[in-house]
């Protein structure tokens, strides 16, 4: 007879995979001491309860129309963003070191971005090929002499990381233009608290409530003369974008307007939202639309989606946009190996934190070495994102190496190559049980003529497919809840663990 597993220990016969870094355990099994906490409260549960709180959290989503679309799905219809009840949890001593580093790449890149729109000073002395970034596809020249509004082009970046084998942070990509996510992981926080009072309240966990405030507190900085809620808006391409969600979870949750470009209107090169009380002024716009469709004017006729008139505005210094138009050139995946030198061009520091060795294939060694080693590496197209344009050699049928083989000739500025990561792995609730799946991090950062903030955590991201290591939620990926924990003597703010 089969043994009943429905109430056993729920860890009972979790094995991290050999040579990978495992969230909770050593290789022996025995928990990291900063998750030994949430292994033992969980461990109390049993199978039979955890499974009850899975349903509950599930249904709470399903509920909440917690939602994201796949552009790739004929279908067209709105997915649930997969869940899963165990948390990441991080240790203040190893976020304390990756907030530092965030910062201080976030910093470089606005710098970087300032300069090649304007003196191009990282480009005369070489520290960057002048051809990587003036022919690349994000970088627009009828931006260069427009300065950003506040002087920040990053307001929100979106940067991920990963664990390799000796758990170290790393970074893999950055986002500068319009980084998604967030508002999952607000979401996240909000259903573990629900299903999992207890533990959460035992856990010391730092808490990610204070972003929408902190949002709107650096948009509002960035306003030709300050902006407040009134002024604020969240723009949108509207209710078929994989993200509307997103948007919509925002602006209410900053108390801004949610507007699409037809809201929208030019006068005397300002910017107004049309309104049942007549014109009023948009100081800020936190706009969700990428740049080729702002404004017909300026780039793309055909769209229907943006504002006419609305980059004259910004280039008059009239409205903010967050992100600044043409960042594309900053995370384009042919710039990232240069990021480390930008850190010491501009801001005399090393880097904080390490990055994955990268093949530009651009330059001739660098692709006649990823030619010859496609089958050990991941090759990645610059410029696309959710795991689309992506090359997995180790996995890859010899028709897929051909295929990207032919790509790489045709055109090798497209392409990168960097050796496949044996990411870290998290338990995860699978049909049979816990297992190790593998993750990755977005953390998010804030940057405001204030100052610059970030989120304590960010989106972890979980391959839910055994064997995967395609996180993305349009590859079939999920997420968890992120805990960075309190230093040891710190304690929630009086009234947090209420909330």
């Known amino acids: 007879m089969a043994r009943d597993l429905s109430d056993a220990p729920l860890f009972g016969g979790y094995t991290p995979l050999v040579d990978t870094w495992d969230e909770f355990f050593t290789p022996d ?65 190893a976020w ?71 758990g170290e942070y790393v970074v893999l990509e950055d986002n500068a233009r319009t980084p998604s996510g967030v508002s999952y992981v607000l979401e996240n926080r909000a259903v573990m608290k629900k299903v999992f009072p207890g533990v959460f309240a035992d856990s010391n966990v730092q808490s990610v409530e204070e972003y929408p405030l902190r949002l709107v507190e650096s948009l509002g900085s960035l306003g030709p003369d300050g902006a407040d809620h009134e002024s604020i808006a969240v723009l949108t391409p509207g209710v078929f974008n994989s993200a509307y969600f997103e948007h919509s979870f925002l602006a209410r949750r900053m108390g801004v307007p949610l507007v699409e470009g037809r809201d929208l209107f030019v006068d005397d090169d300002h910017v107004y939202a049309k309104t049942t009380l007549g014109p009023r002024r948009i100081d800020v716009l936190y706009r969700r639309l990428d740049d080729p469709f702002l404004d017909p004017e300026a780039f793309r006729k055909d769209s229907l989606l943006g504002v006419p008139g609305l980059v004259r505005a910004y280039a008059k210094g009239n409205v903010a946009l967050a992100n600044a138009i043409g960042n ?33 294939c651009a330059r001739e060694e660098d692709r006649r070495y990823v030619q010859e080693n496609l089958s050990s590496l991941v090759v990645k197209s610059v410029n696309e994102a959710g795991g689309y344009g992506m090359l997995i050699g180790p996995q890859a049928s010899r028709r897929e190496l051909a295929e990207f083989r032919a790509k790489i000739d045709a055109d090798p500025r497209n392409y990168i190559a960097q050796p496949r990561i044996e990411l870290s792995t998290c338990p995860t609730w699978t049909r049979k049980g816990i297992a190790p799946r593998r993750v990755d991090l977005r953390p998010y950062v804030l940057t405001g003529a204030n100052g610059t903030w970030v989120l304590p955590g960010g989106l972890t991201r979980v391959a839910l497919v055994e064997g995967s290591y395609v996180v993305n939620s349009s590859q079939g990926g999920g997420s968890k809840d992120t805990w960075v924990l309190r230093g040891a003597d710190a304690r929630p703010p009086e009234g947090e663990e209420a909330r």
Request: charged fraction near 30%; avoid cysteine.
């Open 96 to 166: 304390e070191r990756v907030e530092r580093g965030l910062t201080q790449r976030v910093q470089a890149l606005n710098a970087f971005l300032a300069d090649v729109y304007d003196e191009q000073r990282i480009l005369a002395e070489g520290v960057v090929p002048a051809d990587f970034v003036l022919g690349a596809k994000g970088y627009l020249k009828e931006m260069r002499g427009v300065r950003a509004p506040g002087g920040v082009r990053v307001a929100i970046a979106g940067i991920d990381l990963i664990q390799g084998p000796d």
């Open 29 to 93: 099994g025995t928990p990291h001491p900063h998750a030994g906490t949430v292994v033992e409260q969980l461990e109390r549960l049993g199978r039979r309860e955890f499974r009850a709180r899975q349903r509950l959290a599930d249904a709470t989503f399903l509920r909440g129309g917690i939602t994201f679309s796949v552009y790739s799905d004929r279908r067209g219809a709105e997915r649930i963003f997969p869940f899963d009840l165990i948390p990441r949890v991080i240790d203040a001593a």
């Open 328 to 360: 594309g050139v900053a995370d384009d995946k042919g710039i990232y190996p240069f990021v480390p030198d930008m850190i010491r061009f501009y801001l005399s520091e090393e880097p904080i934190l390490r990055q994955v060795e990268t093949y530009v």
